[in-house]
């Protein structure tokens, strides 16, 4: 049976606090969501939580290449939030297309339920936050979407494409991708493309 939380006395805003403590603690099941994407040395398929972690640390190492004057903590802030949407509506595979045209109303829902668990106040800026994300409209937006395409584009090139050769992807279908890369940061998107073209010149790629 699981122990009753602790109760404080000293001036905490309880109802504040346990509405935090409930996202908490849902946020925790974007670790059991799997991906397709395999890790670097391909030893298992990476979960959205360490996904997320990843594409984090990424949007501050790679800060010098995006668009001067991009608000990186603005980044980060929407890439911590951006996938958790998936633990209601899981991990959409970008080539899938029949899940493709399902996907923004289901994280939309998904978006509805979750980030309304925090206080209200937290709720706007959560949403706010995953809304600029999914349009793109910002260069902070852009960028964090070419950080978050560029992942998996790393893992599947040094995985010797494994998830590009058993779903059959061809280096046509990978440009759409690199488009997003290279509209959030003109440096990532040239060395996507590169690491497109040696892909395929490695066989890495179908050639369907």
Do not use: C
């Amino acid at each position: 049976m699981t122990e009753p939380a602790p109760v404080f006395t000293s001036g905490i805003d309880h109802e504040r606090l346990t509405s935090q403590l409930r996202f908490a603690l849902e946020v925790d099941k974007l670790k059991r969501v799997l991906r397709r994407s395999l890790l670097v040395d391909g030893a298992r398929r990476e979960n959205s939580a360490e996904h997320s972690w990843h594409v984090t640390v990424l949007a501050r190492v790679f800060a010098e290449y995006a668009p001067e004057g991009t608000d990186i903590e603005r980044v980060v802030n929407m890439l911590l939030l951006h996938d958790i949407v998936e633990i209601d509506a899981g991990d959409t595979f970008v080539y899938d297309s029949a899940a493709v045209r399902t996907q923004a109303e289901r994280e939309r829902a998904a978006a509805d339920r979750i980030f309304a668990l925090l206080p209200e106040d937290q709720t706007a800026w959560a949403r706010k936050l995953w809304d600029e994300f999914e349009e793109r409209r910002t260069p902070e937006a852009r960028f964090a979407k070419a950080i978050d395409r560029l992942s998996p584009l790393l893992a599947n090139w040094h995985t010797e494409g494994a998830m590009w050769q058993q779903f059959k992807i061809s280096k046509n279908d990978v440009l759409k991708n690199v488009k997003l890369i290279a509209e959030g940061s003109e440096t990532l998107g040239a060395y996507a493309m590169a690491l497109v073209d040696d892909a395929e010149r490695r066989g890495y790629l179908s050639r369907s």
